[in-house]
Nanobody
Framework: QVQFVESGGGLVQPGGSLRLSCVGI??????RAWYRQAPGKQRELVAS???????NYPDSVKGRFTISRDNEQNTVYLQMNSLKSEDTAVYYC?????????WGQGTQVTVSS
């Protein structure tokens, strides 16, 4: 059963911005996180937000990415600014920790000139 549906990806030039959306059937109580997986690399966490609204980012995206949520819409967003070529990946949302639910199809983000 699909738990989350990601959208908003696309092709953007270096330095550009994108906003990703994640709509879920699961409540926000457990928090939410964004992950990404580049070709040939492991999936990595890029942002998380817990039930209290506390956010967390790895150093690689800190200051450039912002995670936010709309509880009424059961939606989480990822605002990505100052994008770099190394941000190119498929982006997924899921719970912020194991056990994860089934992964969705993700949304492709390509940063290229």
């Amino acid at each position: 059963q699909v738990q989350f549906v990601e959208s908003g990806g696309g092709l953007v030039q270096p330095g550009g911005s994108l906003r990703l959306s994640c709509v879920g059937i699961r409540s926000m109580f457990s928090g939410r996180a964004w992950y990404r997986q580049a070709p040939g690399k492991q999936r990595e966490l890029v942002a998380s937000i817990d039930s209290r609204g506390t956010t967390n980012y790895p150093d690689s995206v800190k200051g450039r990415f912002t995670i936010s949520r709309d509880n009424e819409q059961n939606t989480v967003y990822l605002q990505m600014n100052s994008l770099k070529s190394e941000d190119t990946a498929v982006y997924y949302c899921n719970l912020p920790a194991v056990p994860y639910v089934a992964w969705g199809q993700g949304t492709q983000v390509t940063v290229s000139s």
